[in-house]
């Protein structure tokens, strides 16, 4: 616990260096003499009283500034920054929004997109925004070859438009037409429903061509050896965004500056960010309390609670996750549905999200948040139900239960499950109540714990997790169930071909009954136990006012409110 | 001496190639692999295998070898699986931010650990000597990421003087030509970048230097209380020469041998305390990328840079015999 007042906010170099000639007599270090500041220590100019620079602590470097060879939260926090797409998000919530498009209309058959373009928008480079610069785009993305098409690269362009210019039966993009300088038409060879809401993910931001073009975006590296970061992805990004890339010190820290000809007419307080790296949570804390950070993401939740009683503003995002208590039907007694109704009766969630998981963080009923399409208020539930658990277990077969493998990973915290021993430990007591007797198989995440249990069939019972990328239900159910995984080692051609279909109708209201149908399938098959909807939170320093928290992490740092 | 040197050069020929092989099958064997530290969390099983393909993981062992020798001879050391940076460029940007930590450190220990050990000896089985050796006992005893979470707890985060981690105050917007904080404050004429960049110096070297220092505390003293009960010692009390010039000249310059000798062998393990202190202070030295390394299992990383601590190793070594023959010529003519 930390008394409030202990915490040191805005301490200066000089208040340091007298506390340290009095404190310490180190005689190589006699330079406080001269310590003196004689610059003006980056404020920016920040508009009002407010100290516009502002500094959040990521958990790692990012991948590549070029979002789209980039799938990873760090790279996209930056990229939000920088760029933006043809489709944003409404604030607050998962759902799209216009962005670099005022507006958009879909073909009857679904089949075409006419984007009617924002105007007077210029790149950073200062080339214009329209749509050329729009079928540039994506023409780039069609066109990546070779080692460029790998998962580690355009992992989201990949696995969602399903193919490139070289595999055109499977692909989803057939081309883009600049009608006019402010509209962009894109023809596609199949309905794809989320077409419109992936646009929202930064792997599909707008680049400028010609900066792309002068730091060789697209010559990555030939060799298979490694994929090495072009010139462009490490110090040319070039975006339209509010934020204008600055530096990029690796291991140490991002630099971003205000884009002052930035065409949205957002007041920005914060007018630089710096995004240090501090990978350890612990560390991230305190620095925080220590003040040397604003704020930083992913708090753990044993340190929501004290954090906001020494007055930091932590701050929930509404959950757009789910964790899950995935079952292994290769192990046999796992292969009965029985078996897994079994062990959904045997859960109490409600116990396992007061004991284990944040504030914020709700009970799962099925794979996908309330606020995504299809879901179903109607669906099969598996209230805690022990005395039913061992029945079913009898009729399996099993009247004193059984043994099983625990498959849960260590030493890692995700956004969806932040303490997973603590979880694991909460439901080998729950299980161990009904008879089942679990085998703990404890793994580092990376890299044994996803192998183990993405790859190969040497797992049981397992946990894991997801947090949605943009609000569509083929996001959460169809990754999950959409073909046969070796996560949960079933097959159910009637679940697969129910979720290709619902992914292909464009209409919402068509889809909606589907998704809801898919709901209930799912339920009654139960190849997975849903838990819980995790709920991540932010701490700030008390300077901060207010923060734009989004359930999909979409938050542009123009809009932080600062109070001094 | 300059043949003994070049003598030395070769032979860090064949320990290279020695420890090379050795350290490569090893590595390689560690369990699991690098394909997830790249696709990140949400790959698939396909794709993991098609890295370890494109990575020539899949490839015989001998084969690997001999590919990454040949890269290494043509001075590629491949590029880092987790940032898609060259390795060189790599150890580039981060090595200096260790040297100038493990400087700071070493001119703490010997700057505290040599006068120390000399007065524990001259007041031997006195005060100084008893709390000398208790505290070099508790230097040595302490884990390095113990003293290190402890100093930052107590000096960082209660009593504020110092900064609980990086390298710099992020909102100092300091110039940088040679990627030593320090020294580019001074040669921007930025003095209180320079004097940020020690404030966060300051404990991050105090938790890397407190073994080296509790180490050289004792073999100070021990060589030291040795000399000064030698027979040319007594001869030159009895000569009637002055204390001052006995002390000096024949105790202090005799017993620094030995003392030479460990300050190099700390010098060489300063890198490993460095994995631990500067993972705790956020200090993006090689210590933090090579733990890094280790957990993304990011092995051209891991490789290049056990080659870079056998050079470094060895150079270090030369170093120390090399200054041997200024502490006592005897050593040059043997």
Redesign the interface.
């Known amino acids: 616990m930390f008394p409030a007042d202990r915490v040191r906010k805005g301490r200066t170099a000089k208040k340091r260096a007298s506390a340290l000639t009095a404190g310490l007599a180190l005689s190589a270090l006699v330079l406080s003499g001269c310590a003196q500041s004689n610059r003006e220590e980056g404020d920016g100019g920040g508009s009002g009283d407010v100290d516009g620079t502002f500094v959040f602590a990521a958990s790692s470097d990012p991948k590549s500034l070029d979002p789209a060879f980039a799938s990873d939260g760090e790279s996209f926090r930056v990229s939000r920054q920088i760029f933006e797409g043809l489709v944003g998000v409404e604030p607050g919530t998962a759902d799209p929004a216009p962005l670099l498009a005022k507006s958009w209309e879909v073909s009857e058959d679904g089949m075409t997109y006419t984007f009617a373009l924002e105007e007077g928008v210029t790149f950073h480079d200062g080339t214009d925004f329209n749509a050329e610069a729009v079928c540039a785009n994506f023409d780039r993305w069609y066109n990546f070859s070779g080692i460029q098409q790998a998962e580690s690269q355009a992992y989201y362009y990949g696995m969602l438009f399903k193919g490139f210019s070289d595999s055109p039966d499977t692909a989803t993009y057939k081309s883009c037409e600049a009608s006019s300088d402010t509209e962009a038409v894109i023809s596609l060879n199949k309905p794809f429903a989320g077409f419109v809401a992936a646009l929202s993910l930064p792997a599909f931001a707008m680049q400028s061509p010609s900066a792309m073009e002068e730091f060789g975006a697209n010559e990555s590296s030939g060799t298979a050896e490694a994929p090495e970061l072009t010139e462009y992805a490490k110090a040319h990004p070039t975006g339209t965004g509010p934020y204008k890339f600055n530096a990029w010190d690796v291991g140490n820290q991002i630099t971003l500056d205000l884009n002052e000809d930035y065409w949205g007419d957002e007041e920005a307080q914060v007018t630089d960010i710096i995004f240090r790296v501090i990978d350890d949570p612990q560390a991230r804390r305190q620095s925080l309390e220590a003040g040397d950070i604003d704020g930083y993401d992913l708090v753990a939740p044993a340190d929501t609670e004290q954090l906001a009683a020494a007055g930091f503003k932590v701050i929930p995002r509404d959950p757009f996750t789910i964790l899950y208590l995935g079952m292994n039907q290769q192990v046999p007694e796992l292969a009965d549905v029985k078996v897994r109704q079994a062990i959904s009766y045997a859960i109490d969630k409600e116990a396992l999200v007061s004991q284990t998981l944040p504030e914020g963080t709700k009970v799962a009923t099925q794979f996908i948040p309330e606020v995504v399409n299809g879901y179903n208020d109607e669906v099969t539930e598996y209230a805690y139900d022990p005395e039913k658990a061992k029945s079913l277990l009898a009729e399996a077969g099993y009247p004193d239960g059984f043994t099983v493998d625990f498959n849960y990973p260590t030493g890692v915290s995700r956004p969806y499950m932040p303490t997973p021993e603590q979880v694991f430990t909460n439901l080998q007591a729950q299980l161990a109540e009904v008879g089942i007797k679990v085998n703990p198989q404890p793994n580092k995440w990376s890299p044994d714990y996803l192998d183990r249990v993405q790859a190969g069939s040497d797992h049981g019972l397992h946990l894991l997790g997801w947090t949605g990328d943009y609000n569509d239900t083929d996001n959460f159910v169809g990754v999950f169930f959409g073909q046969e995984k070796p996560e949960f080692g079933f097959n159910n051609p009637d679940i697969f071909n129910a979720l290709e279909e619902a992914r292909q109708v464009s209409k919402l209201d068509e889809q909606t009954p589907l998704y809801e149908q898919i709901n209930e399938d799912i339920a009654q098959f139960v190849p997975a136990v849903p838990l819980a909807h995790p709920a991540p939170s932010l701490a700030f320093s008390e300077r901060v006012e207010s923060y734009p928290a989004s359930p999909v992490n979409d938050e542009v740092f123009n809009q932080i409110k600062l109070t001094k | 001496m300059l043949r003994v040197i070049g003598k030395r050069l070769l032979m860090l020929i064949p320990t290279l190639i020695g420890l090379s092989i050795l350290l490569f099958l090893w590595v390689r064997n560690l369990?699991?692999?690098?394909?997830?530290?790249?696709?990140?969390?949400?790959?698939?099983?396909e794709?993991?295998a098609?890295?370890n393909k494109?990575?020539?993981f899949d490839r015989p062992l001998i084969e690997q070898y001999f590919t990454y020798v040949g890269k290494l001879l043509k001075g590629d050391f491949?590029?880092?699986?987790v940032?898609?940076?060259?390795v060189l460029e790599?150890f580039g940007?981060?090595f200096p931010a260790t040297v100038e930590l493990a400087v700071?450190a070493l001119?703490?220990a010997i700057?505290i650990g040599i006068p120390l050990g000399y007065l524990a000896a001259r007041h031997y089985g006195r005060f100084w000597d008893h709390s000398s050796v208790v505290l070099s006992l508790i230097g040595i005893t302490v884990p390095v990421f113990f003293l290190a979470f402890i100093l930052?707890?107590v000096l960082?985060?209660?009593?504020?003087?110092?900064?609980?981690?990086?390298?710099q105050?992020?909102?100092?917007?300091a110039t940088?030509v040679t990627d030593f904080f320090v020294l580019d404050g001074l040669l921007t004429?930025?003095?209180?970048a320079?004097?940020?960049a020690?404030?966060h110096l300051?404990l991050p070297a105090i938790a890397l230097g407190t073994i080296p220092l509790a180490i050289i505390v004792r073999i100070t003293r021990a060589s030291v209380l040795e000399v000064q009960g030698a027979d040319y010692v007594r001869t030159a009390r009895a000569k009637g020469l002055m204390e001052k010039t006995i002390r000096g000249r024949f105790i202090l310059r005799n017993a620094m041998l030995p003392v030479t000798t460990t300050i190099g062998l700390q010098t060489g393990l300063l890198i490993s305390g460095a994995v631990l202190t500067e993972?705790?202070?956020?200090f993006?030295g090689i210590g933090?990328?090579l733990r890094?390394a280790i957990?993304?299992?990011d092995y051209?990383v891991l490789q290049g840079f056990i080659v870079f601590i056998a050079v470094a190793y060895s150079l270090i070594n030369l170093l120390v015999d090399v200054s041997y023959g200024f502490i006592d010529p005897r050593v040059r003519v043997q």
Not at chain 2, 34 to 43: C, E, I, R, S, V
Not at chain 2, 78 to 81: D, L, P, V
Not at chain 2, 83 to 86: L, M
Not at chain 2, 189 to 192: I, N, Q, Y
């Open positions: 369990p699991g692999g690098p394909a997830t530290a790249l696709l990140g969390d949400k790959a698939s099983p794709a993991i098609n890295i494109a990575y020539g491949g590029t880092s699986i940032t898609g940076r060259s790599e940007t981060r700071v001119i703490f700057g930052k707890w960082a985060i209660q009593l504020g003087w110092f900064p609980t981690d990086g390298r105050d992020p909102r100092i917007n940088h004429r930025e003095w209180d320079s004097w940020d020690i404030l300051v993972t705790v202070f956020a993006s933090k990328f890094d957990f993304a299992l051209p």
